[in-house]
């Protein structure tokens, strides 16, 4: 897989109604030269496997007459591919270039004349100085969705050993009608842009606009947007615009707006995957903290005269899904929720006690594992009210201390987990990125990388 299957399939992602993007995506010219030397690499291996058709045919003789041929059994001996080169067309698309290729190879042949009169043997073919250069065009069909094309092909042959009618054409046939396959299943085969991230949801990375293509870069616009598998919702909210810096030492940039980011809180809240029964088993046994009736007792005595020795139980939930934001540096989740506590009857009934309202602010730090944005979170502040109470009054700040306990011991370190696990960013293949650095901007993060294929 290489970066020029990325480019194909980005190339062809279905075009949405969506007006702005979600994520951008910058392919430059150091990532397009890259491509270019594992494509050549690949197309080289490739080339040296395929089957060379029969030849056969019928040509006049002076002064024998119409003498029949033919070549079987052609195979490629040699084959190389010592000089290529890409390049963006402002406007329209991509050219490939390949000069200098030469190609060896050895068959048998067999003619007959005067009906009667047959000969065989076999032979070398030797052609240098092989040059193609193609441009791949890029434009929108009248539905909005991408239409790839060859665009342009141009082919010339400086020298050949042995001499078929038409000189080397056939050959020139075989070796570009290969490529404009490669080319064209490579366009064609896997159009799925939905990446599936865990059992709650995809995001979906089709394109909201044509690619802008300059002379140093191409830009996609993607809709990077979460969905719940199964379940497809627009969130309250749309994405904003915002464009990417004018940067081109790495050969990949991906920007992820704040649109992203909450389209996934939206589409978890709304899953049920932001909710947490937490029991006394989950505290660290080092804690002199229980949830138990005796410790919530000291702090609200009516809890443990009418609960007496039981076990408890909280459930933290959200009320609306998180808001995230990013500004120059700095990534802030705002959260509000509930937490319900209940007493553990010996039948294991659950007996409400109290329900609190909790905001709470976190900080997170975001990086790339691979080919995911992974990241985790620490507590900024949290503030409580009394939601309801079903055991009479009590002072909720007696409370803060065993909230920001479960919070600390519990809540975050679940939620890290599940961040560290990582979110798909837009990739194909076996593909790594590498040399990544991330930076926090206003309403997008941008990412920087190279990329490597490992197959």
Not at 110 to 128: A, E, T
Request: some cysteine; charged content about 15%.
């Amino acid at each position: 897989m290489s970066l020029w299957r990325v480019l194909a399939l980005l190339m062809l992602l279905p075009a949405t109604q969506t007006t702005n993007a979600g994520v951008k995506v910058r392919i430059t010219q150091k990532g397009l030269d890259y491509g270019r030397q594992i494509a050549i690499a690949t197309l080289l291996e490739k080339l040296k496997t395929i089957k060379v058709p029969d030849l056969s045919g019928a040509e006049k003789v002076s002064p024998i007459g119409k003498v029949q041929y033919s070549l079987t059994g052609i195979q490629i001996t040699a084959l190389g591919l010592p000089k290529s080169a890409v390049g963006l067309v402002p406007g329209t698309g991509i050219s490939l270039s390949i000069g200098q290729a030469y190609i060896r190879m050895h068959g048998n042949w067999k003619v007959q004349y005067l009906h009667i009169v047959k000969d065989s043997g076999s032979f070398d073919l030797f052609v240098n100085g092989l040059a193609i250069t193609s441009g791949i065009g890029l434009k929108s069909d009248e539905t909005g969705r991408p239409e790839v094309n060859i665009a342009s092909c141009a082919d010339s042959i400086s020298s050949a050993s042995v001499k078929f009618r038409g000189g080397a054409s056939w050959l020139y046939s075989l070796f570009s009608s290969y490529i404009d396959k490669a080319i064209r299943d490579t366009l064609q085969n896997d159009e799925n842009f939905l990446a599936k991230v865990d059992k709650y949801a995809v995001v979906e990375y089709s394109m909201v606009q044509s690619p802008v293509i300059t002379q140093s870069s191409i830009d996609f616009s993607l809709k990077g947007e979460f969905y719940s598998i199964g379940k497809r919702k627009e969130p309250p909210f749309s994405a904003k615009t915002f464009s990417l810096p004018p940067l081109a030492s790495n050969m990949l940039y991906i920007g992820v707006s704040e649109f992203t980011a909450n389209s996934a809180g939206f589409t978890y809240n709304n899953a049920g995957a932001l909710s947490l029964f937490i029991t006394d088993d989950m505290i660290p046994p080092s804690s002199p903290i229980r949830l138990n009736t005796r410790t919530f007792g000291a702090f609200i005595p009516q809890i443990a005269k009418r609960y007496p020795r039981m076990m408890m139980k909280l459930l933290v939930k959200m009320v609306k899904a998180p808001s995230i934001t990013f500004q120059q540096n700095i990534t802030t989740i705002q959260a509000s929720g509930t937490i319900t506590a209940y007493a553990i009857q010996p039948n294991t009934t659950l007996s409400p006690l109290f329900i609190l309202n909790v905001g709470v602010s976190f900080s997170s730090l975001v990086y790339v594992t691979g080919v995911k944005l992974s990241g985790t979170v620490s507590l900024n502040k949290m503030d409580m009210t009394l939601g309801q109470s079903y055991v009479g009054p009590f002072q909720v700040k007696s409370l803060d201390k065993i909230v920001l306990m479960v919070l600390k011991m519990v809540v975050i370190p679940k939620v890290n987990a599940r961040l560290q696990q990582g979110f798909p960013l837009p990739s194909i293949g076996k593909m790594n990125l590498v040399n990544t650095r991330v930076q926090v901007l206003k309403d997008f993060m941008l990412i920087g990388t190279d990329v490597q294929f490992t197959g």
